[in-house]
Every structure is written in structure tokens, then in C-alpha cells.
């Protein structure tokens, strides 16, 4: 019923209107096989999630008549934070041991993705890591 009456253009470009934008900062802790993975940043655009804190920041209740009332969650300075703080943290297996960071890598990884540190989402990765030759390593 929100989609329809306040948010009918969604149902254009539903994954658009789901997509997600922004910047982070990111720092991972390489220990042997294992990554553990911290990301901190910032929504640039993210349209849906005022839908979400509405619903889900408010409640519903039945009047005299029979007919259920829904009042929607606040969009107060809370929501603007939480719409704007982001967080990703996760664990990364490497096939390939890190200590002697090798040029080429593959990895599986599972994080959690938060706003404002209230989850939001899960996800697993399968990616490929490419180390550039910036610096010889040395072997200490």
C-alpha cells in the first residue's frame, strides 16, 4: 500500500530504486589463509531504505470499525544517520596461503552489512585478488 500511494515511480525501476551507492574506507588483517575485513563509509543513494524505516519503525492497530490503521515510522535525525552511516565486516578464506603475498589469489568470503551497526544484509563473495608489483617484498 506505501508503494502505491507514495512511492508508485519504484514499480518503474524496482532495481534502481533498490541500488545502493556510496564511499567507504576499507582495512582487512591478513593472517595466514584468513582476511578479517572492516568497511566504514558513507550512502550517497539509497532511496529504498526510507520505505524500509517507515515500515519498520512503525506499527499497526485495528480501530472500532474493524479496519487495520497504519502509522508509518518517523523519518526524524535518527533515520538521516542511519540512511548515512554504513558498515561492512567479514571473514575471507585465500586458497592461497597471504604470508608471502602472492601474485594472484582467490578467495570466498562471507560480511555483514549494517546501517549505523543494525544489520541490514549478508552476503558471499567469491572473488580473485591481483597484487601489483609496486614493492618487491623482502621476505621478513
Same mark, same amino acid.
Given at each position: 500500500m506505501l508503494i502505491e500511494e507514495q512511492f508508485s515511480q519504484f514499480r518503474d525501476n524496482p532495481y534502481g530504486y533498490a541500488t545502493n551507492f556510496g564511499v567507504f574506507a576499507t582495512s582487512e588483517?591478513?593472517?595466514?589463509?584468513?582476511g578479517f575485513e572492516l568497511d566504514l563509509g558513507l550512502n550517497i543513494y539509497k532511496p529504498f531504505y526510507k520505505v524500509d524505516w517507515q515500515l519498520n519503525q512503525g506499527y499497526s492497530f485495528e480501530n472500532g470499525n474493524g479496519d487495520t490503521v497504519e502509522v508509518l515510522g518517523e523519518l526524524d535525525w535518527y533515520y538521516e %544517520?542511519?540512511?548515512? $552511516?554504513?558498515?561492512?565486516?567479514?571473514?575471507?578464506?585465500?586458497?592461497?596461503?597471504?604470508?608471502?603475498?602472492?601474485?594472484?589469489? %582467490?578467495?570466498?568470503? $562471507?560480511?555483514?552489512?549494517?546501517?549505523l551497526g543494525q544489520a541490514d544484509f549478508t552476503e558471499l563473495s567469491l572473488g580473485y585478488v591481483y597484487r601489483l608489483n609496486i614493492k618487491e617484498t623482502t621476505g621478513i
Open positions: 588483517l591478513l593472517l595466514d589463509h584468513f %544517520i542511519k540512511l548515512t $552511516v554504513s558498515a561492512r565486516m567479514g571473514l575471507k578464506y585465500y586458497l592461497w596461503t597471504t604470508n608471502k603475498a602472492p601474485k594472484h589469489n %582467490i578467495f570466498i568470503g $562471507v560480511h555483514i552489512n549494517t546501517n
